[in-house]
């Protein structure tokens, strides 16, 4: 059984933390977000990410409101994907209309070809959506 001194230890680590992170973003003039706090918590204290979203909030909510839930950057990358699938889906919607021209006996090699290129686009997008979190991840790590 934990003690209640050790849960008020473990949560002076995640202020310190909190607090060390601010800190080195601000000296290095480089902006940060609840989000990239989370992670980092997550990362280092190996605790659930929603549980390390609920600390930070709390922190931040109470001792640094400034801080901002996302930075345009961590937004991109979930929009890129939502993207992403919306082109693809368009892609198979265009196979499909060429598939129903087929069997209504029109020629369907436009629509295939077209939507042989919009499915590629929507991977395309899907890819660089991966190279962007990566590289993110990566400046994050350099970073600290």
Not at 28 to 48: C, F, K, N, V, Y
Not at 80 to 92: N, P
Not at 103 to 108: E, I, L
Not at 112 to 120: A, D, K, R, W
Request: charged fraction near 25%.
């Amino acid at each position: 059984m934990s003690s209640p001194a050790n849960g008020s230890d473990k949560g002076v680590g995640h202020v310190d933390i909190i607090q060390g992170e601010i800190k080195k973003a601000r000296d290095d003039r480089r902006p940060t977000s609840r989000q990239m706090l989370a992670e980092i918590i997550h990362e280092r204290m190996g605790m659930p990410v929603s549980e390390a979203h609920k600390i930070v909030d709390a922190y931040c909510e109470t001792e640094e409101p400034g801080i901002p839930y996302y930075l345009q950057e961590e937004f991109a990358i979930p929009y890129l994907k939502f993207v992403a699938i919306v082109i693809a889906l368009a892609g198979v919607g265009f196979v499909y209309y060429g598939v129903m021209q087929q069997r209504a006996g029109k020629p369907p090699h436009l629509w295939y070809s077209l939507g042989t290129v919009v499915v590629g686009l929507g991977v395309f997008a899907w890819v660089q959506s991966l190279e962007k979190y990566v590289q993110r991840r990566r400046q994050r790590r350099l970073g600290s």
